[in-house]
């Protein structure tokens, strides 16, 4: 995945630089060059690259909730070291 970006980033990166050396070439133009050739394709190509990692991860991150939520409902919960969920009795209103 990297190597692309980083090869597309050196074409981008030469075409700049002979705007900014051509005789008829300005700063201005190798500086926009750059970025429409290569900063703006480059951040979409990663953006989209890195889809599947991005999934992974949250898949992960997921699991790893759903895991602690199993082991955390397992235990009792006044058992001690946590207090009672309702610590004052509702009361009901009658009609």
């Known amino acids: 995945m990297y190597l692309v970006l980083i ?3 050196y074409v981008a990166l030469m075409m700049a630089v002979a705007e900014a050396t051509s005789q008829v070439g300005s700063l ?3 500086v926009i ?6 900063a703006l394709p480059m951040a979409v190509l990663g953006y989209i690259m890195g889809t599947p990692a991005r999934k992974r991860r949250r898949q992960a991150q997921e699991a790893a909730e759903q895991e602690q939520a199993a082991t955390s409902s397992a235990r009792a919960p006044d058992a001690g070291s946590e207090a009672a969920s309702h610590a004052i009795t509702p009361v009901r209103k009658e009609p």
């Open 33 to 38: 060059t750059f970025l429409l050739y290569g």
């Open 7 to 9: 090869a597309w980033f």
């Open 28 to 30: 201005l133009g190798a």
